[in-house]
């Protein structure tokens, strides 16, 4: 499903340039429950850009499906992440103000699904995580577990074929935590490729293969 071939990606100017990934080569198949470890300053944040589409390597090729999509420009990186990705991020990017139902549309809308076809699929999606009671409320007035699970209902609700997600436990509790890998690796059995980043290593053990990177490279 994905291959990274030699990518490198470099910030900085000449004077003051940083490899920050250097010559990473990855395989992720369809149906992977990959988690990527390592410490900060690793490059494990870059790459899940580079692999998220949120960035382009320096050097070296991205193919996703056997496409070359290692330079695309940003609205047809936009493009990929919209109906091909999903994303679960530590901070769960919610509009706090608004309720379950409207966070979980968004995708929806700038897909241009039709009102009442959002709406199904919304509640269908909050019905997966378990949020089918918390439909209208407003977000801030949920746990961060439920935030967490509309956050992931929203990631979900394209019915993306890779689901990517940054640090997805960072903010729970222990308990919350359990229920958010069950969550996860629900989603993965159901045939979603999944692509987590973390630095616990007992949320790691979830995962189906564990790459860990240092200082740019896998190791």
Do not use: W
């Not at 100017?13 to 250097?22: A, F, N, P």
């Not at 991205?62 to 990705?85: C, G, T, V």
Request: aromatic share 6%.
């Amino acid at each position: 499903m994905i291959k990274l071939k030699n990518i490198t990606k470099i910030f900085g100017k000449k004077e003051t340039q940083t490899s920050v990934l250097r010559g990473i080569n990855l395989h992720i198949q369809k149906n992977d429950f990959i988690a990527l470890m390592g410490p900060s300053g690793s490059g494990k944040s870059t790459l899940m850009n580079i692999l998220g589409a949120l960035d382009t390597p320096t050097k070296g090729e991205y193919l996703l499906e056997d496409q070359n999509i290692s330079y695309l420009d940003m609205n047809q990186r936009a493009l990929i992440r919209r109906y091909i990705f999903g994303f679960i991020f530590q901070n769960f990017n919610l509009l706090k103000k608004t309720t379950a139902l409207d966070n979980v549309q968004m995708p929806l809308i700038y897909q241009g699904v039709s009102k009442k076809e959002r709406i199904k699929r919304s509640i269908e999606a909050l019905e997966v995580v378990d949020l089918s009671d918390r439909i209208y409320y407003q977000v801030n007035k949920l746990s961060g577990g439920q935030q967490q699970r509309v956050a992931t209902a929203r990631a979900i609700v394209t019915n993306p074929k890779i689901l990517f997600a940054d640090e997805p436990t960072g903010n729970l509790d222990s308990e919350r935590k359990t229920e958010t890998m069950e969550l996860i690796t629900k989603l993965n059995k159901q045939g979603i490729t999944v692509v987590m980043v973390t630095h616990e290593e007992d949320m790691a053990k979830y995962a189906s293969k564990i790459i860990k990177i240092r200082d740019g490279v896998l190791c």
